[in-house]
């Protein structure tokens, strides 16, 4: 049955923390069309978060209690900071946007609410959040590596903890009242920046942000629209034609009623391809998705500093300062996102209108002064520079315990991958590119007496790129160039430029073009497949807060126009902006009616609810009870079980859904740490259930086990279980296919 007290308590919730963020951000990022209201949660819960996770490592009850406490006194002086009456109405707005928001994943939640091992990272994800609410100091334990700290990115799943912990939530109802929680705050957060942007440029403000909204919340790529054109050509044509492209006539292409909700993922070969419904329908709690609000956090601060004139030095300084604790979170929250911080800053500091040199004391400015334009940008983008490496220098500080305990090592620096074709791309991407060429186009036509050389250029750039088997660089490359020159050259100073959207716009691609040649080895996927997926998921973020501004601006046509009638373009860009909706959104309108159209799964009552392990008893009713007898544990014991060596299938439940640490869990870990180490545990998992008794009480003592879990799993992999004849190992629970014993560490060797 749903939960419906716990869904409101939660909302309360998150209502009160936003609002006492929105007092912090007035004062903050005062000038603003909703005065920080849309980053004022996710401002907040960093907050909270900084302190919890610097005190945590002593004692994570009293480091949520310094957190709120923290939280309390930020907001009392920046009430005292900021004077007078509260404008209500930006709170109000943007609380409703969060409210819709909130309401709508937990009702996508309550009808797919299992933490199920297949096709996801649910099992991780649940088993992080479990763990961190059985243990009471940071790092949490490995509860696939008994004995040792997790290392992996666990911030997200902190933060989700700390709200169980402060609404005294389980674990198995936390999970999905967190997701909802970080799928609104993004939306949120994307709501307002690119309304605030707009307002300043006076576009059409709720028109930018319910389409930034859209973007980051309901939106697709451009597969669903291409699998209907396909559908939609005869049945001759579509074969020969999917012949001619390389690619499998599937799902959507072959009917309405095939669709399937995963292809548009997987579109650049070797490489994932995620937006961000696709994710949140999907159901994990991944680092890739609670990092999301944080960075438009970020964002969000840096556009007040873009804003800020000159001559309020000190109001610029404070607002790049707080980036470093914001850097700190998001290392440990999405270690990719960490690096992306700082690009940010040097992107914002050097495109800015105000110049860098303004931050420096009057004397250091006055030497730093030239007026040769060289010179000139050579000293802006150093400074730039400078101030993205000491954002990054104080996160990385801030950090230090995350980086030295928890940091799994990677594997290196990859260069050159197989680069991504142009066709691939643009089902990708190509949304987003053509209303930012447009949008650049736009703003370039006018400083141009012969409009044909820009043409011209472009088209060169394109025959080369494409020449050379790098459309990457055609495409990105081009809004990189584009953006910076229409930002930074003097030519263009007295004409209208583009505003902060370009910032967001420029990151993207640097982003998108990076990882078709640099990419991290890890064992996460084979090449650059996980570079791929965690930057793709930055990009989109990014550029959904963009496109909301440049489709405001084109609609409105409140700039200089290409060079027909004003009311002309302005229908034919509201024509464009409709159909850019309309195509995104296929994959969202069929997405959701498929998942409600199937009823409520993962639940033994079929009945809508947010029970995380609900599934459990549907799907494994043998090992349910002998799961919940485990869960019942206090503290953090450590059982053995059979080692998950075949993931995303149902191995390793009784740890991964208690957060209790098994000896060796899932094959994940030879990610995480020197793959030997896990096998040597696979190996000593074998020995201590059916080796040689003394063999059997070494391993038992050397790992620390308190229980030993023999199910259908444990029964299946090994042929004669014999764990159970040696006298320090008891019956403690037993049901009808599990059964679980109880090992007396005092009978064991020393």
Do not use: C
């Not at 850019?580 to 959104?585: A, E, K, N, Q, S």
């Not at 994940?668 to 180490?677: C, F, I, K, L």
């Amino acid at each position: 049955m749903m939960e419906f007290g716990l869904v409101l308590t939660w909302l309360a919730v998150y209502l009160v923390v936003l609002f006492v963020g929105f007092i912090i951000t007035r004062a903050v990022l005062a000038g603003l069309a909703d005065e920080g209201a849309g980053i004022a949660l996710p401002a907040a819960l960093a907050i909270v978060w900084v302190v919890t996770y610097l005190l945590g490592h002593v004692s994570l009850p009293i480091g949520l209690w310094a957190g709120l406490a923290t939280l309390a006194a930020v907001a009392v002086l920046a009430r005292r900071r900021r004077t007078g009456r509260i404008d209500l109405s930006p709170f109000l707005e943007t609380a409703a946007v969060f409210t819709v928001a909130f309401l709508l994943l937990v009702a996508i939640r309550a009808f797919d609410p299992a933490v199920h091992p297949g096709g996801g990272e649910k099992f991780l994800d649940f088993g992080l959040l479990r763990s961190l609410l059985r243990g009471s100091t940071l790092p949490p334990a490995d509860f696939w590596f008994a004995g040792e700290p997790v290392q992996y990115y666990y911030g997200g799943h902190l933060l989700a903890s700390m709200l169980a912990r402060l609404t005294g939530t389980a674990g198995r109802y936390a999970y999905n009242l967190a997701l909802a929680g970080f799928y609104a705050m993004v939306v949120t957060a994307a709501y307002g920046l690119a309304k605030n942007v707009a307002v300043d440029r006076e576009l059409p403000g709720r028109l930018a942000g319910g389409l930034g909204a859209f973007f980051v919340g309901v939106a697709s790529n451009l597969v669903p629209a291409g699998q209907l054109v396909v559908l939609a050509l005869p049945a001759g044509l579509s074969a020969r034609l999917a012949e001619t492209a390389g690619f499998d006539l599937e799902g959507l292409a072959t009917g309405l009623a095939n669709f399937d909700y995963w292809t548009a993922s997987r579109v650049i070969p070797g490489t994932i391809n995620e937006f961000p419904v696709f994710a949140w329908l999907n159901g994990d709690m991944h680092a890739h998705m609670t990092s999301t609000p944080f960075l438009l956090l970020a964002a969000t601060l840096l556009y007040g500093y873009y804003r800020t004139p000159a001559d309020q030095r000190m109001r610029r300084l404070g607002l790049l300062s707080a980036l470093g604790p914001l850097a700190a979170m998001l290392a440990v929250v999405n270690t990719w996102s960490f690096p992306s911080v700082g690009g940010l800053t040097v992107l914002t500091v050097a495109l800015a209108p105000a110049s860098p040199q303004s931050l420096l004391p009057a004397h250091f400015s006055q030497r730093l002064a030239s007026k040769d334009w060289w010179r000139r940008e050579t000293v802006r983008h150093f400074l730039a520079v400078a101030a993205g490496t000491a954002v990054l220098a104080i996160g990385f500080a801030l950090s230090v315990p995350f980086w030295l305990a928890a940091a799994s090592g990677g594997q290196g620096i990859g260069l050159f991958p197989p680069r991504s074709g142009l066709g691939p791309l643009l089902l990708v991407h190509g949304a987003f590119l053509v209303a930012f060429g447009l949008y650049f186009a736009r703003y370039t036509m006018p400083h141009l007496n012969r409009p044909w050389e820009i043409v011209g250029l472009v088209v060169a750039l394109l025959v080369v790129t494409l020449l050379a088997d790098a459309p990457a660089v055609a495409l990105f490359g081009t809004l990189i160039l584009g953006g910076w020159a229409l930002r930074r050259i003097d030519a263009h100073a007295d004409g209208p430029t583009p505003g902060f959207e370009t910032i967001l716009i420029v990151a993207g691609a640097g982003l998108a073009l990076l990882v078709e040649f640099v990419f991290v080895r890890e064992h996460a996927g084979p090449g650059r497949m996980n570079t791929v997926f965690k930057v793709y998921a930055q990009v989109w973020i990014l550029w959904s807060a963009a496109i909301g501004v440049v489709l405001a601006g084109l609609v409105a046509d409140r700039r200089p126009s290409i060079g027909l009638r004003r009311v002309g373009w302005r229908r034919g860009f509201a024509v464009l902006t409709a159909a850019l909706v309309l195509v995104t959104g296929i994959y969202g309108g069929l997405a959701l009616s498929q998942h409600f159209a199937n009823g409520p799964t993962g639940t033994a009552t079929g009945e809508p609810t947010l029970d995380a392990l609900a599934f459990v008893e549907a799907d494994h009713p043998g090992e349910a009870p002998a799961i919940r007898w485990l869960d019942d544990l206090e503290g953090q014991p450590t059982i053995v079980s059979r080692p998950g060596t075949d993931i995303y299938r149902w191995v390793n439940g009784p740890s991964s859904l208690t957060g209790i640490p098994t000896v060796a869990g899932w094959v994940h870990e030879t990610g995480y740490r020197e793959p030997a180490a896990y096998w040597k545990r696979v190996d000593d998992v074998e020995q201590i259930f059916t080796g040689e008794p003394a063999v059997q009480r070494g391993l038992l003592a050397a790992y620390g086990v308190e229980y030993i879990y023999v199910g259908p799993l444990e029964r299946g992999a090994y042929d004669e279980i014999t764990v159970d004849r040696i006298d320090a190992v008891t019956v403690a629970e037993s049901w009808n296919e599990v059964t679980i014993y109880r090992v007396d560490q005092n009978a064991l060797p020393s």
